[in-house]
């Protein structure tokens, strides 16, 4: 039975806080980032992309959500009961595009500040990984965590909501475009998905409402309400975004080939003040995605250790740590590495999004003899099939990024 009274409260905060983190890992530097290059080299063909990613996400969180939480098993725990090791190879990737993620995220918190303050970037990627590595420290970590996370992510939707308005973008043609695009790029769609649904943001929200005990047969209906609204959280957030940036370029601005092109953006959209705008949006959207990208990245390493699982904690401040030492060590500009990020993690979603699915049509012991229903199982089937046909596609064009 679902709890009641001040239990049932603490739910709440512990959904609300779930639904946020996987919106706000979404919605992270990586996002603004590729949506800002890609809308600037596609104009408004972009909006088709941005479709297919919204259909891709809702497929996706559906599926996961239900099964992760019906089953109150993490994904690699699922996938080593279906394929025994293989849940030991999908921590690998996942840590693995959390870790190259996370590397870009601390950059954005970084470009987040200079945008904002002035700072250096490096030394605001520094003191932001300190911020997070802060609330992580704290003896209420989980509850902190929660908070933080729904609080940033409801200022960077009203920001980027007055944005939106501001640049005034062609409605008419963006909506167009969605359905008769003018051109279709595989390896931005892949980019797009890897980095808003694919590699630690597929799990964030999912792994978070395990560790909180919102799961089995009978929680179904929270966890697919939470579900559902943390992905409508995602879908206007990027809309809006999109619509904010086709605005700037629209209007004649031009944003290939700049250091930091939402930067830019902003301030040509809305002036110097736009600037400081963009600043506090990439910011709150970096550091929340830094807390996600931490948080779910080492809750698949729980699996290999039970003392990981004991000091998970201090595992996680580790993890933002040596990502932290390795952005400020890195060459290469923060933008090129998140776009990177989303490509890598866009080839890791196949591998476990097909786990799920298989538990979902086959295995329904380990979902406690929940009836699944066989027509969102079909649909996650069909996503799936769709993310190794577009990882097939833009495999060279991940490695030509890499190589960069």
Not at 173 to 177: F, H, I, P
Not at 203 to 207: F, L, P, S
Not at 289 to 300: E, L, N, P, Q, R
Not at 308 to 312: C, E, V
């Given at each position: 039975m679902p709890p009641s009274g001040t239990a049932a409260t603490a739910t709440k905060g512990a959904l609300l806080g779930?639904?946020?983190?996987?919106?706000?890992?979404?919605i992270g530097p990586g996002f603004i980032t590729q949506t800002t290059v890609f809308t600037a080299q596609l104009g408004a063909a972009f909006a088709f992309a941005i479709v297919i990613s919204i259909i891709v996400d809702v497929a996706v969180q559906l599926n996961v959500w239900r099964v992760v939480g019906i089953s109150g098993l993490r994904a690699q725990d699922l996938a080593n009961k279906v394929i025994p090791g293989f849940g030991y190879v999908l921590a690998g990737l996942v840590v693995f595009g959390g870790l190259v993620f996370n590397i870009g995220n601390i950059g954005g918190t970084g470009l987040g500040a200079n945008a904002m303050l002035g700072?250096?970037?490096k030394i605001g990627g520094a003191i932001s990984a300190l911020v997070a590595i802060g609330i992580f420290v704290s003896k209420r970590a989980g509850v902190a965590m929660d908070r933080i996370?729904?609080?940033?992510?409801?200022?960077?939707?009203?920001?980027?909501?007055?944005?939106a308005v501001a640049t005034e973008p062609p409605y008419g043609?963006?909506?167009?475009?969605t359905v008769l695009p003018d051109k279709v790029e595989f390896l931005i769609i892949t980019t797009l998905i890897g980095g808003t649904v694919g590699g630690y943001i597929t799990?964030?929200?999912?792994?978070r409402i395990v560790d909180s005990g919102i799961?089995?047969?009978e929680r179904v209906a929270e966890i697919s309400r939470g579900s559902i609204t943390g992905i409508l959280v995602t879908g206007v957030m990027r809309a809006l975004l999109f619509l904010a940036i086709l605005g700037v370029v629209v209007g004649g601005v031009n944003l290939v080939g700049v250091d930091n092109p939402p930067a830019v953006a902003f301030e040509a959209a809305l002036g110097k003040v736009g600037l400081h705008i963009f600043g506090v949006i990439l910011w709150a959207a970096s550091i929340t995605?830094?807390?996600?990208?931490?948080?779910?990245?080492?809750?698949?390493l729980t699996t290999f250790s039970e003392s990981?699982?004991?000091?998970?904690q201090w595992v996680v401040i580790g993890f933002i740590v040596f990502s932290a030492v390795i952005y400020l060590s890195l060459g290469q500009t923060p933008a090129t590495l998140l776009v990177l990020a989303g490509a890598l993690n866009g080839l890791i979603l196949p591998f476990g999004f097909g786990i799920i699915i298989w538990v979902a049509l086959m295995r329904r012991d380990l979902l406690g003899g929940y009836r699944y229903p066989k027509v969102l199982a079909y649909v996650g089937l069909v996503v799936w099939l769709l993310t190794i046909y577009l990882g097939y596609e833009s495999f060279s064009g991940i490695v030509d990024l890499w190589q960069q």
């Open positions: 779930a639904m946020f983190l996987m919106a706000t890992s979404a700072v250096d970037a996370v729904v609080v940033l992510g409801v200022l960077m939707i009203a920001m980027v909501a007055y944005a043609e963006a909506l167009k475009q799990y964030a929200g999912a792994h799961t089995g047969p995605s830094v807390i996600g990208a931490s948080y779910t990245s080492v809750s698949f990981i699982k004991r000091h998970a």
